[in-house]
Each structure stands twice: as structure tokens, then as C-alpha cells.
């Protein structure tokens, strides 16, 4: 997926507790922001 | 009769309809606006939210010079009030802020014609004013607004009895003034005359106050507004309202019957649009009298568009304004959008309320998981030096994904807290998202701040 053009404080911190890029997390937040939303969606994902 | 002609012709000069005509003229269309009022600026400047807010501020001065300045060390004596000032300090007001219209209007090149508009055909309006004229236009906007509703049992005579338009300029302090209705337009009235003087009683027929405020907060208000003075009396119906001499009779129904010298009747608003003209060009409105549109803002004619009060939805000033941007930009292939999940409302008493998105009511009939974060007014330092400890942040945020889906404030300058909310919400963010956003220190959005960390129990100032 393509990165995201901004991403957000609580996703950020996130992205590096589970050693993810932001570049593995499709964004949805508005101006294609990536949302903390995003990342725990993810992260659920990839558990199952 | 003269006849003009532009590309786009808006019917009413209230917030809707001067927006979209300034809109308009900065996208370079050709427009024109009508109103019937003298003055441009429509309920909201010229009887709506800029005078109630004058009002709001003079009396909330006077009040705090007499309770609150001896806390700073302040002594005043001899406080007194003059209303005829403060009246004319209501009127300088919006003088300037509709002189600041026409101003706007004759540099961004709108077209002003002042008079009753109404519909002859679905591209003309024919303009009663001091020269009648007939305006005509590839496209009409309509932007009507809305007027205080009538109950066919409130005899309003306009001086005892009225509106909200009459409760903004009493001759006089009332000495005993009953106002029907709980809602912000008849709790903010009631606030200006008690502070001033009035002995207060409000009727509501709900069983609570400020319907579409969360209930939590509403309640709160509700017990604050009564320590203030307010006899505030819910779940009570008024069976009829009518002028005796000097004096007004509103009889309780299965009660007493109560006198006083003013009667505010405050129980809504109603679309202004029997009057148009919408007959002559086939345009129906729903029962109630709002245009329907589409998302486009589009009435069931070609090129016909409303939007503003006489639409429905919100009767928000701020919600018309965004309706005319979205509107007019549309027109001209901007695709711009509203998002009405996050249209801000206040009530300015003080404490003001302030709310965006949804209540914890409305969140529990959807049956959306949510998390709540408060932190009360007292744990902030600025609050305290401003000598404002009363009031609360409350954050909803939701339970799986963390994002804000609503937040109330009550507590003062709760209006101007809310911004940081609604931005942050616009932005789809999370409760941590805020959290983590630095406030600046001491200022009363730190409170936001906190409630934002109280979401996950990461409160810093509060237990």
C-alpha cells in the first residue's frame, strides 16, 4: 500500500511499540492520514 | 417594471445568503442578494445571535461586578445599570457588523436590492422595495431562514407577549418574566433579564431542559441555572397565554394559573417560507414548511437551491454558513463537502455549554462501545485565576478504536473550547491523539487536555 501523507500522533506511537512502518498500514483518515484506528486494525489482523 | 438580470440571484441575506452571494462573488459569478430587511445580516445579526450575545455580556458584567469583583479585592459602590445603554450598545453593535456586510458586499461586487422578494417565475423574483424591481438569474438560491413558531394558544401581542426578537428589547426590567420554553434561545433570555433583575420562571414540557444537549451536562446546567435564580419548572404544559391589561395570564395546565408583566414564547423556530412566492413556481415544502433538497443542495427544480434554516436540520447560524460555502463552491465543480456529524452548538449562559458530535444518549441507543473522559474545571490552574472552577470536559471516545466521537463542555468560554474538538474530530482523531497534542500552560484547553488522558485513566491533575 501506499504511504500515508501524514500520520497521527497516538499511530505513530503505535507503529513503533509493534515495529511496524507506516508504509505496511493502509491509511483511511481523511487526506489519507494514517489513524491510530488504522494501526490496531492492523495489528489485529495480522494476530489472526 | 426594471428588469436585471445576473447568473445568480440570492433570496435572503442572512448568514446562508450573504455568505453565498460573498462566496459567490469571490468565485467570479455574477450575483445578486435580496433582502427585505433594511439592514443585511439576516436573524442572526440583526435579532439573533449578535444582539443576545451584547445583551449576554453587559448583564454578565453587571452580575460579576456584584458578586465577583470583592474576590479580586475590587470594591464598587453605588453599582448600577443603565438598560437604555446597554440597548444602545446592542444597536451599535450590529449597526456596524450589517454596515460591515454592505461594505463587503460593494468590494467583493455583490450586488445588493433591498425588498420582499418573491417568486414570479423559477428564474425571476420580483423585488418590493422602494423600486420595484425584477430580478432574474440562470440560478436561485434561496435562503429564507426561519422566524420564532407561534402556538395558536400564546396570544402574542408583540409587547407583552412575544418572541424572541421582543425579549431583546424590553422598555424595561421586567419584574416578573415566564418564559415558555427550555431551549437556548429562552434560557439565554432568561439568564440577560435575571441577571438584570427579573424574577424568572421557566416552563418547559419536556421533563428536561435543552433537548439535543447531552443529558448529563443538561442536567448539570439545569441545577447551576437554578442556583442562579431561574425557577425553572419541567414536564409542565401551558394550556394558554393572554394579555390582562398591564399584566399576562399564562395558565398552567391541570395548574395555577401564573401572572406577569413579559411573556417570552421560545419554543422554536419555523422555516420562513410561506411567503415566496414558492406556489407560483410549484415548489413544495413539507408540512412543517422546509424545502426539501438533495445533496447538492438542489430542490426538485432546475436551478433552484435552499439551504440555511428553511432547509431543517440544525437552525445553527455556522451550519447555514457551511451549507452556502459547500453550496456555491459546488456550483462551480468545487467538490467541497459538509460533514454534519460535526457542527458545533453552544448555549451562551455561564456557565456556556458547548457540545460536537454525539451525546452519551445518542451513543447508547446506537449501541456504540464508548469510553469517557472528565476532568472538571477545578483541577485547572487558569480556571482558578480566572475564578471559574465550575464546570466540565467531557470526552466520548469510541471503546475499540479510540476515535473522538463527541465532546461536551460546560464551564465558561466552553464556546470557545469546543474549536479544538471539532478540528480534532474533522481530523478523525483518536482521544490520544489529543492527548498528545501539547497545550499550551495555563490555559483552559488543558482541560480538554486532561479529559483526553482521563479517557484512558492517564489524568495527570485529577484522581
Known sequence: STSASFIMPAAKRLLEEHGLSQSQVPATGPGGRLLKEDVLAFVRNRGN | MKTVRHELVVLGGGPAGYVAAIRAAQLGIDVACIDENAQFGGTCVR????PSKALLESSHLYEEAKHKFSDHGINVEGLGFDLD??????????DTLTG???????KKGVTPYRGR???????TIQVDGDEPVLVQADQVLICAGSRPARLSFIEEDGERIGNSTTALSFPEVPKRLIVIGGGYIGLEMSAVWNRLGSEVIVLEALDRIMPGIDGEIAQLAHRTFKRQGLDIRTSTFVDSAKRDGDECVVQI???EALRADRVLLSTGRSPATDNIGLESIGLETDKRGFISVNEEFQTSLEGVYAIGDCIGGAMLAHKAMEEAIVCV?????????????????????????????????????????????????????????????????KILADAATDRVLGVHIIGARAGDMIAEAATAMEFGASSEDIARTCHAHPTMSEIVHE??????DRAIHTL
Do not use: W
Not at chain 2, 460591515?100 to 460593494?106: E, H, Q, S, T, Y
Not at chain 2, 472538571?376 to 480556571?383: L, S, V
Open chain 2, 329 to 393: 463552491e459546488r456550483m462551480v465543480g468545487i467538490k467541497s463537502h459538509i460533514n454534519y456529524d460535526v457542527i458545533p452548538a453552544i448555549v451562551y449562559t455561564h456557565p456556556e455549554i458547548a457540545m460536537v458530535g454525539q451525546t452519551e444518549e445518542q451513543l447508547k441507543e446506537a449501541g456504540i462501545e464508548y469510553k469517557k473522559g472528565v476532568c472538571p474545571f477545578g483541577a485547572n490552574g487558569r480556571a482558578r485565576t480566572l475564578g471559574e472552577p465550575e464546570g466540565r470536559v
Open chain 2, 47 to 50: 435579532v439573533g445571535c449578535i
Open chain 2, 100 to 106: 460591515g456586510i454592505d461594505m463587503l458586499f460593494k
Open chain 2, 253 to 255: 395546565k391541570d395548574g
Open chain 2, 451 to 456: 479529559a483526553a488522558l482521563a479517557v484512558d
Open chain 2, 117 to 123: 422578494g418573491k417568486f414570479t417565475d423559477h428564474e
Open chain 2, 85 to 94: 445603554a446597554m440597548m444602545a450598545r446592542k444597536k451599535k453593535i450590529v
